[in-house]
């Protein structure tokens, strides 16, 4: 994958502890729509469609050197992988499919990523839709299936529906990156217990699982572990 976005992610992030801000100081995002009619989806199986369809974006055919995406998300990638998570429903959601993008829907949970581009220059069917409000029950989803690799959430930090969206679709693509991946894994989401969650940390130090450390722009303290993946449960 010569010059792809995943050889960037892995330049840009894999092991960096502070991430420099884009060379050009053009504040770009991933803008990544939640569906949450008023029938409310399930939280889990939200946060894993958000997980894979922001993954889905950097593995697409189109994001590929030569492909009509590649360097609107490869300017992206190599500033800060941002994500900005909105929620829509009815005719709003409908009309964020007609926007260049890839849906994905897990357990009746759906979640649309949008190709990034500059934050203060998105379509009006994207800057309509609120970023606020998207906070959902919490579940109780079980043990991950087996085999399946897992996004960790930090359970020590609160975060909203909209910002645990945005990092576990930071942390499908930093492990992608890392094992090099060209698909995109049925990635399943939990929040492991305390010492569980101490014991990722140990892993991440070692090498056998990557993490996720936010820049603190919201919601959370700057260099704040958000999530760990490993490839099983």
Not at 52 to 72: F, I, K, T
Not at 157 to 167: D, F, R
Not at 209 to 226: I, M, Q, S, W
Request: aromatic content about 4%; hydrophobic content about 50%.
């Amino acid at each position: 994958m010569s010059a792809s976005v995943l050889d960037a992610v892995v330049r840009r992030y894999v092991g960096a502890r502070e991430i420099a801000p884009e060379a050009d100081g053009v504040v770009r995002a991933m803008p990544v729509v939640l569906r949450i009619e008023r029938e409310l989806p399930g939280r889990t199986a939200l946060l894993e469609a958000a997980a894979r369809a922001a993954l889905a974006v950097c593995v697409d055919p189109r994001a590929q050197p030569d492909g009509e995406w590649h360097d609107q998300v490869l300017t992206w990638v190599d500033g800060r992988i941002r994500k900005i998570a909105r929620r829509a429903r009815g005719a709003h959601w409908a009309a964020a499919q007609d926007l260049p993008g890839i849906t994905v829907a897990v357990d009746g949970a759906e979640a649309r990523a949008l190709l990034p581009g500059p934050v203060d220059d998105v379509p009006k069917a994207v800057s309509r839709l609120q970023i606020g409000g998207t906070d959902l029950p919490v579940d109780e989803p079980g043990p991950p299936p087996a085999g399946a690799p897992v996004i960790w959430l930090n359970p020590t930090v609160a975060m909203t529906v909209g910002k645990a969206a945005a990092q576990v679709g930071h942390a499908s693509m930093i492990d992608a990156a890392v094992r090099g991946l060209v698909d995109v894994p049925a990635y399943a989401v939990r929040v492991p217990g305390r010492e569980r969650w101490a014991a990722l940390q140990g892993d991440v130090e070692a090498g056998a699982a990557v993490a996720v450390r936010d820049a603190g722009f919201t919601e959370v303290d700057p260099g704040t572990v958000t999530c760990v993946v490993t490839a099983s449960g």
